[in-house]
């Protein structure tokens, strides 16, 4: 059951090559039956657009809005700075394959995502922004899962679900990493 026939949640990034980071978000709504709106602004490329857009989402009555951008990575601080809708940041570790060669070691951010991590959580006083980690859309789906379960409480027992299962899998994995032990478990696993 979805919990309102308009899109509670406004997924927007600021380019493509996001959009693999950013479907952990909506991978996490879709889990939870929330409806999300998702489209592509790019604070740089489209600025105009970008307070277009939070006329939109205004006026689409998002109660939350979930941006990801990577680099210099203004677009959620911008949009914050347009509208009263809170805003949960997604720092991208940029992964540009529009203008490199695949074998560019180049293409990941040369600071490892802290460039846009700090560009997402230190906007000055009275615009705020909170973040994610680097890459955790996920996190970024879950938190808003936890905003909007205070207006309905059936998304709360979903929240309350999903910690169950967490805590059943780490269970389950505790319970086969005692049986085989660590060596053969971690082989396994990861070789
Ligand atoms: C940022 O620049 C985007 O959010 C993206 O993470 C990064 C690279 O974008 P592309 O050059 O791959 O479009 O604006």
Same mark, same amino acid.
């Given at each position: 059951?979805? &919990?309102?026939?308009?899109?509670?949640?406004?997924?927007?990034?600021?380019?493509?090559? !996001?959009?693999?980071?950013?479907?952990?978000?909506?991978?996490?709504?879709?889990?939870?039956?929330?409806? =999300?709106? *998702?489209?592509?602004?790019?604070?740089?490329?489209?600025?105009?657009?970008?307070?277009?857009?939070? #006329? =939109?989402?205004?006026?689409?009555?998002?109660?939350?809005?979930?941006?990801?951008?990577?680099?210099?990575?203004?677009?959620?601080?911008?949009?914050?700075?347009?509208?009263?809708?809170?805003?949960?940041?997604?720092?991208?570790?940029? &992964?540009? !394959?529009?203008?490199?060669?695949?074998? *560019?070691?180049?293409?990941?951010?040369?600071?490892?995502?802290?460039?846009?991590?700090?560009?997402?959580?230190?906007?000055?006083?009275?615009?705020?922004?909170?973040?994610?980690?680097?890459? #955790?859309?996920?996190?970024?789906?879950?938190?808003?899962?936890?905003?909007?379960?205070?207006?309905?409480?059936?998304?709360?027992? #979903?929240?309350?679900?999903?910690?169950?299962?967490?805590?059943?899998?780490?269970?389950?994995?505790?319970?086969?990493?005692?049986?085989?032990?660590?060596?053969?478990?971690? #082989?396994?696993?990861?070789?």
């Amino acid at each position: 059951m979805a &919990y309102s026939k308009k899109p509670l949640v406004g997924i927007i990034m600021g380019s493509s090559s !996001d959009s693999r980071i950013m479907q952990g978000a909506s991978e996490i709504l879709d889990a939870f039956s929330v409806r =999300h709106e *998702d489209q592509i602004v790019s604070a740089h490329r489209t600025p105009a657009r970008l307070s277009e857009y939070a #006329k =939109h989402a205004e006026k689409m009555g998002f109660k939350i809005i979930i941006a990801g951008a990577g680099g210099a990575a203004h677009l959620p601080g911008m949009i914050a700075s347009h509208t009263v809708i809170p805003v949960i940041g997604v720092p991208i570790l940029v &992964y540009n !394959d529009k203008q490199l060669e695949k074998t *560019d070691t180049s293409k990941f951010s040369a600071f490892g995502g802290l460039d846009s991590l700090l560009s997402i959580t230190e906007m000055p006083s009275g615009s705020p922004v909170v973040a994610v980690g680097v890459n #955790k859309a996920a996190n970024a789906g879950i938190y808003a899962m936890k905003i909007l379960a205070n207006e309905f409480p059936e998304l709360k027992k #979903k929240l309350v679900q999903h910690k169950l299962s967490q805590h059943d899998s780490v269970m389950k994995e505790s319970e086969q990493l005692k049986k085989e032990g660590l060596t053969k478990f971690a #082989k396994r696993k990861f070789n």
